[in-house]
């Protein structure tokens, strides 16, 4: 009888055990699925972050290349509307299809932009490929890049991986 007993407080002591331990990990899973960056599991869950360097080739069409969640790659593009600001403060609106072929990933989104001076903000959805449906938000700022010196626009665009989920 003494040892039934012991070993039924010897069983609940080790499931105890597993399912503290069982408990841990399903939490650290939970955790990750919702863009916690716990070390395992999955990341997919958290917000996609790309980079782009583009420039305009022939108006309205635009080139670049791409980084990030994307992986390395190209950027190509199509200005839909243009509307220029009448003044160095004045907001220039844009709207535009920017295509990302990455070697991971690829989509294509329909932005809005709003540029003042050499600082824009990026707003959209994605219409086609990786993460359709989600939305996109970014920010680039005008500069100059290549040989000969030509205007350039690096920036960033953040795909919001919790709508549409």
């Known amino acids: 009888m003494k040892t039934i007993k012991h070993l039924t407080i010897g069983a609940l002591a080790v499931l105890a055990v597993t399912l503290l331990f069982q408990t841990s990990i399903t939490r650290a899973d939970v955790q990750d699925q919702k863009g916690g960056d716990n070390g395992v599991g999955n990341r997919d869950h ?74 824009a903000v990026v707003i959209g959805v994605v219409t086609d490929g990786w993460l359709k449906g989600h939305a996109v938000t970014g920010e680039y700022t005008e500069g100059t890049c290549g040989t000969p010196s030509m205007p350039c626009y690096t920036g960033t665009v953040k795909i919001d991986r919790d709508t549409n989920d």
């Open 46 to 119: 958290r917000d996609a972050k790309s980079t782009f360097t583009k420039w305009v080739t022939d108006w309205p069409n635009m080139a670049g290349v791409v980084g990030g969640a994307v992986g390395d790659g190209g950027f190509t593009g199509e200005v839909l509307k243009y509307s220029p600001g009448a003044g160095s403060d004045s907001v220039t609106k844009i709207e535009a299809l920017y295509h990302f072929t990455g070697s991971k990933h690829s989509f294509t989104a329909l932005v809005h932009v709003e540029q003042t001076g050499l600082k």
